[in-house]
């Protein structure tokens, strides 16, 4: 379903029913498809999922311009999907890395609107969060993205192919000059790497406040091996935002954990969700 956001953008949704309903939030340069494991496993609970693509991302409208996207811009994007999707009652927003950041600003800006948040390699401030690496790749994006498109555009690589296999030819890494850290399961056009791109370098600078997000519960997750958000950040994260669970770390788990550690995920969340929503689990296995 696209859902217009205004000026005129739209973002591909899929709704499927259930209550609560969990807003799931993916990262830059992927797509909703990030979190079809994890959001099978609950809606078949019974809770309800909405899983955007982001603007700039997947099927939704593409950018070019860093002034086409904004932390509050998303926000309200997030407003207008549940809006959309005629959910009255508060929702749960499962968010990613800078889905998180997103997630967090919604709790914020919107009272009422969110009950929780499960939070997953997520930042809160963009410019102090990511590690050394991840700061590396924000800061010489824009001259890492030409490259990269160059070597698109010039023929050497087939844009519309898988781009798991793009990601990880090491002659496009070698080419580029940096290890691409998106695994996005997407098919990936020219167009779509401008946009991803964008919207990574435009983020670089997002920062939210976290104590402003009043929410019934709230848990961060992260890997222990993530190389992108700094590890002291779900320590802080739990300290912020108020009625929030002990973070969570798993053994071994990288930065992208909604797909390649949904198995590892998925009874963390639960656990966190039993809590919030115990009458859901009363006949769950």
């Not at 909703?32 to 693509?53: Q, R």
């Not at 698109?152 to 290890?179: L, R, S």
């Not at 002291?232 to 053994?251: M, T």
């Amino acid at each position: 379903m696209l859902v217009d956001v205004g000026d005129g953008k739209h973002l591909d949704c899929e709704y499927r029913q259930g209550s609560p309903t969990i807003v799931y939030l993916h990262g830059s340069g992927e797509n909703k498809t990030v979190w079809n494991i994890i959001a099978d496993y609950f809606c078949s609970l019974g809770f309800g999922a909405v899983m955007p693509d982001l603007i700039g991302h997947g099927n939704s409208s593409l950018i070019r311009e860093f002034d086409e996207v904004s932390l509050i811009g998303c926000t309200g994007h997030v407003s207008r999907i549940i809006e959309a999707g005629e959910i009255s009652e508060p929702v749960i927003i499962a968010g990613n890395s800078v889905g998180g950041t997103i997630g967090i600003d919604a709790a914020a800006r919107y009272p009422g609107m969110v009950d929780g948040l499960v939070l997953l390699a997520a930042q809160y401030d963009m410019g102090r969060n990511l590690s050394p690496y991840g700061q590396i790749n924000i800061k010489d994006a824009r001259r890492q993205r030409l490259r990269f498109l160059l070597e698109v555009k010039k023929g050497n690589h087939n844009p519309n192919a898988h781009y798991v296999d793009f990601c990880n030819d090491p002659e496009v890494q070698e080419n580029v000059g940096f290890q691409l850290r998106h695994a996005v399961v997407n098919i990936m056009s020219y167009s779509h790497l401008v946009s991803a791109f964008t919207f990574g370098h435009a983020s670089k600078d997002w920062n939210t406040a976290p104590e402003d997000a009043r929410v019934r519960g709230s848990i961060a997750i992260q890997g222990t091996n993530d190389g992108i958000t700094l590890p002291e950040v779900p320590r802080e994260l739990s300290d912020l935002i108020p009625n929030s669970a002990e973070p969570v770390f798993i053994d071994g788990a990288h930065h992208d954990l909604p797909y390649k550690h949904a198995d590892k995920v998925m009874p963390v969340m639960k656990g966190f969700l039993r809590g919030m929503c115990p009458d859901r689990f009363e006949d769950a296995v």
